[in-house]
């Protein structure tokens, strides 16, 4: 069984920053590829950003420039530093992982989304 656990979200004005972190735990025996996806209201969920174990990344280009992600592999944890923050950035982020429970067993798991709202 794995968990993914989002923290971080919350209420901020326009051009203010976040950090989201992702704590993955359970039974891992080793964890590739992380990221962030959102899903605001009425909108599909959409890839922002990802993260492979060996630290190579690929962002949406609505956020370039001004998000970073990051991961802490010791820690099975993925970080998402959100800064100059736009109001088109409200949703709901989710983490992903995609993750080997055994030498066999590979899966993609989701946590349970965390708020993000940028207003004034």
């Known amino acids: 069984q794995v968990q993914l656990v989002e923290s971080g979200g919350g209420l901020v004005q326009p051009g203010g920053s976040l950090r989201l972190s992702c704590a993955a735990s359970?039974?891992?025996?080793?964890?590739?590829?992380m990221g962030w996806y959102r899903q605001a209201p009425g909108k599909q969920r959409e890839l922002v950003a990802t993260?492979?174990?060996?630290?190579?990344?690929n962002y949406a280009d609505s956020v370039k420039g001004r998000f970073t992600i990051s991961r802490d592999n010791a820690k099975n944890t993925v970080y998402l530093q959100m800064n100059s923050l736009k109001l088109e950035d409200t949703a709901v982020y989710y983490c992903?992982?995609?993750?080997?429970?055994?030498?066999?067993?590979?899966?993609?798991?989701w946590g349970q989304g965390t708020q993000v709202t940028v207003s004034s």
């Open positions: 992903n992982a995609d993750i080997w429970t055994t030498v066999t067993r590979r899966s993609r798991y």
């Open positions: 993260i492979t174990s060996g630290g190579s990344t």
């Open positions: 359970g039974s891992i025996f080793s964890t590739n590829a």
